[in-house]
């Protein structure tokens, strides 16, 4: 398969999103006085807006590559939850695999940025987890929604949406039907992938979900810790991302270091969430390790080239590819 007619291919997949899907919102504005109330800056502000965050972002690398996203979550039944539901509908997204709580709030991320400073952000949110009604909901809802499914992602920001028990019924189900599986884990779940096709830690969860230390910079030290991760959880590979080190990823019986592009790095804010969806799409297409593993690479990087939280720019990737990815 050739680079142009991977990137052909990705826009007949289905992508299956399981997580924390959550609002973005920004308030700009612009200081000129401070509060006689407090010793606190007052913003006059000059605009608003709201985006998909969280899973989100990951709903929206997918549908930027060409794929058709399908995000299942569970939000609040309050007035930031029917926000994120036009927002979707607005980008053309299914809302079918989203249920909407009278238990539960919407999360949300406030910014207000002051010119180009961002002067506090606000956070409101739960990370307790679903109740069991709902978590039965939708874990039959994932499956119902997975049968066509090419590949399924775990988005987790341990804001309790993805349980132990949905995580391995989700796993054993999708590796009955012989659905790839990929990880972006956090803290609270870390332990709980078992059998996961693909699991892309960074450097910062992986010593802490196992405890262990060891020198990044020693490739032996790396690929042991990896290993050890693999077996601990009994992993189909590990996928893990280094920042400015770049990847690593052993998979199919494949190592492979590959180092980060020189880059002008604007935000590193939504890496991540685009390397595991150029992921999850390669993945899908049973592209190699080293392959899955280099236009990830390519694409975390070419986003972090840009201010604020952006989906990829499939062609940009498919250019930078072509430039710097061979394919036998």
Same mark, same amino acid.
């Given at each position: ?14 992508? +299956? ?41 990951? &709903? ?9 996203? %399908? ?41 207000? %940025?002051?010119?180009? /400073? ?28 997975? /049968? ?7 988005? #987790?920001? #341990? ?22 599986? %990929? ?7 870390? +332990?709980?992938? /078992? ?13 802490? !979900? ?18 050890? =991760? ?36 604007? #935000? &590193? ?15 899908? =297409?049973?592209?190699?390790?080293? =392959?899955?593993? !280099?236009?990830?690479?390519?694409? !975390? ?6 201010? !604020? ?20």
């Amino acid at each position: 398969m050739t680079l142009p007619e991977i990137f052909d291919n990705f826009n007949s997949l289905k992508v +299956l999103i399981i997580g924390d899907v959550m609002l973005d919102a920004y308030t700009w504005g612009k200081v000129e006085r401070i509060s006689p109330e407090a010793p606190v800056p007052i913003v006059n502000v000059r605009s608003r807006e709201v985006r998909l965050g969280g899973a989100g972002n990951v &709903v929206m690398n997918v549908q930027a590559l060409g794929a058709e996203p %399908i995000i299942c979550s569970v939000i609040g039944s309050d007035a930031y939850g029917d926000a994120l539901l036009k927002l979707l509908r607005e980008q053309n997204l299914s809302t079918e695999g989203i249920i909407q709580s009278e238990t539960r709030i919407t999360t949300v991320k406030e910014r207000i %940025i002051a010119g180009s /400073q961002q002067i506090v952000r606000v956070d409101t949110e739960t990370d307790k987890l679903i109740n069991d009604s709902e978590n039965q909901i939708l874990t039959n809802k994932i499956k119902d929604l997975a /049968q066509n499914a090419d590949v399924i992602i775990f988005e #987790d920001y #341990d804001k309790g949406v993805l349980s132990k028990e949905l995580i391995h019924d989700i796993i054993s189900f999708a590796n009955h039907h012989n659905i790839p599986t %990929i990880v972006d884990p956090k803290k609270r779940n870390f +332990l709980y992938y /078992q059998n996961a096709t693909l699991f892309k830690p960074n450097l910062k969860e992986l010593k802490e !979900g196992l405890a262990i230390h060891f020198d990044v910079k020693n490739p032996e030290e790396l690929s042991e810790a990896v290993a050890m =991760l693999k077996s601990a959880l009994d992993l189909g590979g590990v996928f893990l991302t280094l920042s400015e080190r770049g990847v690593y990823i052993d998979f199919k019986h494949e190592r492979k270091a590959i180092p980060a592009h020189i880059r002008t790095i604007a #935000d &590193v804010s939504g890496a991540g969430d685009t390397v595991i969806s150029i992921a999850a799409c390669c993945l899908a =297409l049973g592209l190699s390790p080293e =392959l899955i593993a !280099g236009l990830s690479n390519l694409g !975390g990087g070419l986003v972090c080239e840009s201010v !604020g939280v952006v989906p990829i720019n499939k062609e940009l990737l498919k250019q930078e590819a072509l430039l710097h990815l061979y394919v036998e």
